[in-house]
């Protein structure tokens, strides 16, 4: 990875404008994706760990800190949903 201090939106939007992401709908496709995700972003980062130098791995430390939680939510809310389904059938 290059550090080069330009933003990376212009390339963003230009992959986005090849293959779209389709919006979520609900709360539940909303928790779902935040689950699975972070999920996968979590795992990512603690492969990286162990290869990235100290102050790389205080980044990386942070960043799976906030994925812990976003999975935790995403998981809170998809069980939630799960649970009223099976209630109402």
Same mark, same amino acid.
């Given at each position: 990875?290059?550090?080069?201090?330009?933003? #990376?939106?212009?390339?963003?939007?230009?992959?986005?404008?090849?293959?779209? +992401?389709?919006?979520?709908?609900?709360?539940?496709? =909303?928790a779902?994706?935040?689950?699975?995700?972070d999920?996968?972003?979590?795992?990512?980062?603690?492969?990286?760990k162990? #290869?990235?130098?100290?102050?790389?791995?205080?980044?990386?430390?942070k960043? +799976?800190?906030e994925?812990?939680?976003?999975?935790? =939510?995403?998981?809170?809310?998809?069980v939630?949903?799960?649970?009223?389904?099976?209630?109402?059938?």
């Amino acid at each position: 990875m290059r550090i080069t201090g330009e933003s #990376v939106e212009p390339i963003v939007w230009e992959r986005l404008s090849q293959k779209p +992401i389709p919006l979520v709908e609900s709360w539940f496709e =909303l928790a779902m994706a935040q689950f699975l995700y972070d999920r996968g972003g979590f795992w990512q980062l603690q492969d990286m760990k162990t #290869v990235h130098s100290s102050l790389n791995r205080s980044i990386i430390d942070k960043i +799976i800190k906030e994925e812990r939680g976003h999975q935790g =939510l995403g998981e809170e809310i998809a069980v939630d949903y799960a649970n009223q389904a099976n209630m109402t059938t």
